[in-house]
């Protein structure tokens, strides 16, 4: 199962998928079933309420998009009854803004940080174990992280920059971190979080 973010990065996702990836996988003899998302939370929600077995219908999944559809993808896997992750590998194709996990792979896996080579990857089936981290909040929400956590003003960053992601990556960071940071000088954040944090390992979560 692919799945696709049109919208991610540069926006040449599709064109990615139709010029490389496809044709690497037909040469490769690899059947595949293509998702192209058209909104926030479609490729969650498809799998939290998908009434298949995953497991069974399909021997991996890869995302041609960035972190944030990756981290869709994983919280509806997660929130899924029975789900067994260690028999489900996940590959990322990097086409989104920052691209931190595949970044942070390609270099532990000591390879180029490219297209060409994470689809290499992909169709070799390299494989990985991951560490998958899950967050309940004081609110009782459930979330799974693989990168990392951001509170309060860090994550006001993340999110409030999401309308410059035109400009390079490290520009509007900077850019919007003096930017929300005059907002917020007179502003306290709460001084408590209370989440409870349980690591688990999934052998073979992501291949790249």
Known sequence: MIFVNPQSGKKNSLKVYNEMVQPMLNDFGINHELIVTNRPKEAEDYLSKSQENLNEKYSSILIISGDGLLFEVLQGLFNRPNFQAKSLPIGIIPTGSGNGLARSLAYFSDQDFSL???????????????????????????????????????????????????????????????????????????????????VKTCENVVVL
Do not use: H, Q
Request: hydrophobic content about 50%; aromatic content about 12%.
């Open 116 to 198: 060409l080579s994470s689809s290499l990857s992909i169709v070799k089936a390299d494989k990985r174990p991951m560490d998958i981290m899950k967050v309940t909040t004081a609110k009782g929400e459930t979330l799974y992280s693989f990168l990392s956590i951001g509170y309060a003003f860090t994550s006001d960053i993340d999110i409030e920059s999401e309308c410059l992601r035109f400009l390079v990556s490290v520009l509007m960071i900077t850019l919007f971190e003096i930017f929300i940071f005059l907002l917020k000088i007179n502003f306290d954040f709460p001084r408590k979080l209370s989440i409870s944090l349980g």
